[in-house]
Nanobody
Framework: QVQFVESGGGSVQPGGSLTLSCTVS????????LGWVRQAPGKERERVSF????????????FVKGRFSIDIDNDKNTDKSTVSLRMNNLKPEDTAVYYC????????????????????WGQGTQVTVSA
């Protein structure tokens, strides 16, 4: 059974920074890409940032534009992985609930990939950006 422990959400002023953290365990080996999606009221769900546990390759949504970075720490002694999303220069439009997810299917194109479907979801953490 996949388990998530998410932390790091909160409120920040425009231009500020936040770091989201997600420790996940029990993930099937084939679901080796992890990351974050977000959902704002009245808006479509968006892919934020993702990373592969196997090779560290990443995917970022087009709106990220270099503001966010994602990292992963795989515990060699357990099956736990901790994914960290560092968000800089936050804007009001970044306000949303951010969910840590495991990827069940991705579109692969040579060295690039894009997550398409998600297998498991964390409980979500609220990020609010306002003056």
């Amino acid at each position: 059974q996949v388990q998530f422990v998410e932390s790091g959400g909160g409120s920040v002023q425009p231009g500020g920074s936040l770091t989201l953290s997600c420790t996940v365990s029990g993930v099937p080996a084939e679901h080796y890409r992890l990351g974050w999606v977000r959902q704002a009221p009245g808006k479509e769900r968006e892919r934020v940032s993702f990373i592969s546990r196997r090779d560290g390759t990443t995917y970022h949504g087009s709106f990220v534009k270099g503001r966010f970075s994602i990292d992963i720490d795989n515990d060699k002694n357990t099956d736990k992985s901790t994914v960290s999303l560092r968000m800089n220069n936050l804007k009001p439009e970044d306000t949303a609930v951010y969910y840590c997810v495991t990827v069940s299917r991705a579109l692969q194109d040579f060295t690039h990939w894009r997550p398409l479907e998600y297998a498991d979801w964390g409980q979500g953490t609220q990020v609010t950006v306002s003056a």
